[in-house]
Antibody, heavy 121, light 106 residues
Framework: EVQLVESGGGLVQPVRSLRLSCVVS????????MHWVRQAPGKGLEWVSG????????GYADSVKGRFTISRDNAKNSLYLQMNSLRAEDTAFYYC??????????????WGQGTLVTVSS | EIVMTQSPATLSVSPGERATLSCRAS??????LAWYQQKPGQAPRLLIY???TRATGIPARFSGSGSGTEFTLTISSLQSEDFAVYYC????????FGGGTKVEIK
């Protein structure tokens, strides 16, 4: 059974930092690209960032470029999102998502249950 | 960045009726278009990829069409479990989601 379990969310003040983690099981992690997708409460989905299987191909949404950094540790079956200079508009559920490909340029077949990040003073 | 626009924002449909949802891309995405269904409190579920291919386990009442910049998701006869929010996603140039269409009971 495929599982993606996010952690690291919580309440953080504006301009501070937070690091999200996602541990996966049930598939060969280093065969697939991974992504972070977020959803503000009651709002739509927003792709945040993606990383290829070997970390050679990385992309970011314009809204987070220069502030967020995606990374992965294939030995630990783990995906990370380092979020710096956080803003109120970054408040959202953050989902860890599996791509169907290794490169990161296809659609998504498995999603975690999400971790909530709240940016507020 | 490619912008995806979905219409309508809300669609009121009676059970058993057909629902037609639209998605428009700001530039061509070829057939690199997927549709997802999301119910309250749940993560999204893949319905359609490649604009028209149903994902594993998706009922035949769901169909997708289109290419380039104009796409459609059709639910031929709405069942109670189909009332949800539907999102399109382009994956031609990284990824962008549309704003979603909520399908509600009329």
């Amino acid at each position: 059974e495929v599982q993606l379990v996010e952690s690291g969310g919580g309440l953080v003040q504006p301009v501070r930092s937070l690091r999200l983690s996602c541990v996966v099981s049930g598939f060969t992690f280093d065969d697939y690209a991974m992504h972070w997708v977020r959803q503000a409460p009651g709002k739509g989905l927003e792709w945040v960032s993606g990383i290829s299987w070997n970390s050679d191909n990385i992309g970011y949404a314009d809204s987070v470029k220069g502030r967020f950094t995606i990374s992965r540790d294939n030995a630990k079956n783990s995906l990370y999102l380092q979020m710096n200079s956080l803003r109120a508009e970054d408040t959202a559920f953050y989902y860890c998502v599996k791509d169907i490909s290794s490169g990161g340029a296809y659609y998504f077949d498995y999603w975690g249950q999400g971790t909530l990040v709240t940016v507020s003073s | 960045e490619i912008v995806m626009t979905q219409s309508p924002a809300t669609l009121s449909v009676s059970p058993g009726e057909r629902a037609t949802l639209s998605c428009r891309a700001s530039q061509s995405v070829s057939i690199n278009l997927a549709w997802y269904q999301q119910k309250p409190g749940q993560a999204p579920r893949l319905l359609i990829y490649g604009a028209s291919t149903r994902a594993t386990g998706i009922p035949a009442r769901f169909s997708g069409s289109g290419s380039g910049t104009e796409f459609t998701l059709t639910i031929s006869s709405l069942q109670s479990e189909d009332f949800a929010v539907y999102y399109c996603q382009q994956y031609n140039n990284w990824h962008t989601f549309g704003g979603g269409t909520k399908v509600e009971i009329k």
